[in-house]
């Protein structure tokens, strides 16, 4: 584990504890204090402030990188040129260079390369997935919402544990929530476009809308896909209401719609699947709601077993950063973005 901040703490310490195939090997973290006390409550064999010094470790067959966004690419870079396979935090990065820059060392290395958007290890979402591909026959419509609420902090606060911090930890330059539009598209925009790519496949254009009022903020997307389907996506921060976040689909021999809950109560997402072939609602139980144990657990059948890749790949992370950046753009403009010739980041 590279970093052992708020998300290492709250997801990724556990998730790995806790997976059927993974142990929490070494934790790396520059602020002694903090590898202190997560070394004495995580228990893992090694424990390093150096992080070259756990990448020569010949133990360590995989990192996952846990730390600010603007680290996530060059650490992970330095893992794949240890010989390490990598399973880096959303947004894989800041950039579409950047991401393009990983895609393609990921590519030469052979190694796996997992992007931790954990939403694609949900049951429902897999369940919804699946029927999709297999019953749904040809999709004409996708509409896909993510509204973070004004009480998550509160709600949360009930089921996460304490997050030890520590003023030693490394961070990058200025205060990434200074700008609170670039903040929002990357810490959920990419979740929002990585299922909605999961589900309805390839996005080819993307046009947005924004509108801030009373400390809120909307982006309203028109998206195009690859298959000719049409979608709607919508971004709001933060909506005065529970957790909103779920997705409706429209296809030849049936519909989806799904709820997605607050990813911290670990509940998988409640999908009913209407199938014109037999006129039934089919719906998962989705007893696992683990997503990031899952995701683990993925990542090292990738690793182990050669397995298809459950979870996000690199070409993933890099349409989902395409994607953001084709948002921005699209919202200062008014225009149309194809993002195959979206630049820069958001």
């Keep these: 584990m590279l970093g052992a901040g708020p998300i290492a703490q709250a997801a990724h310490f556990e998730a790995c504890r806790k997976a059927k195939n993974a142990e929490l090997y070494a934790i790396c ?51 794949l040129e240890a010989g390490k396979h990598v399973l880096v935090e959303k947004p894989m990065g800041v950039t579409v260079e950047e991401c393009e820059q990983l895609k393609e060392r990921a590519e030469a290395t052979g190694l796996v390369v997992q992007v931790g958007t954990e939403k694609r290890f949900d049951e429902g979402i897999a369940f919804a997935h699946d029927f999709v591909r297999e019953e749904m026959g040809e999709m004409i419509a996708l509409k896909a919402w993510y509204c973070d609420s004004t009480h998550r902090y509160t709600m949360t606060d009930a089921v996460q544990p304490v997050i030890e911090a520590s003023e030693k930890s490394k961070r990058p330059e200025g205060d990434p929530k200074a700008d609170l539009r670039r903040y929002y598209i990357l810490a959920h925009a990419s979740h929002l476009l990585d299922t909605a790519r999961f589900l309805g496949g390839e996005i080819e254009a993307i046009r947005t809308r924004f509108v801030e009022k009373f400390g809120a903020y909307c982006w309203f997307s028109e998206v195009g896909f690859a ?11 933060k909506v005065r209401m529970d957790w909103h976040e779920g997705f409706q689909i429209y296809g030849e021999h049936g519909s989806v719609v799904g709820k997605t809950y607050n990813p911290w109560y670990y ?23 683990h997503f990031f144990r899952r995701q683990v657990e993925g990542f090292a059948e990738a690793i182990l077993e050669g397995a298809p890749m459950r979870g996000a790949n690199a070409e993933d992370g890099l349409a989902a950063m395409r994607g953001m950046a084709a948002m921005t753009r699209s919202a200062e403009t008014g225009e149309a973005v194809r993002l195959s010739d979206v630049e820069g980041g958001v």
């Design 227 to 237: 298959n000719g389907s049409l979608g709607h996506l919508d971004l709001t921060m």
């Design 267 to 289: 509940k998988s997402s409640e999908v009913e699947c209407f199938s014109e072939r037999d006129g039934q609602y089919h719906r998962p139980l989705g007893a696992d709601g």
């Design 29 to 79: 973290e520059v602020a002694e204090d903090l590898l202190e006390r997560m070394s004495a409550i995580q228990a893992p064999r090694k424990a390093y402030a150096d992080y070259d010094a756990m990448l020569a470790d010949p133990n360590v067959d995989a990192v996952i990188v846990a730390i600010a966004d603007q680290f996530h690419v060059p650490m992970a870079l330095e893992a």
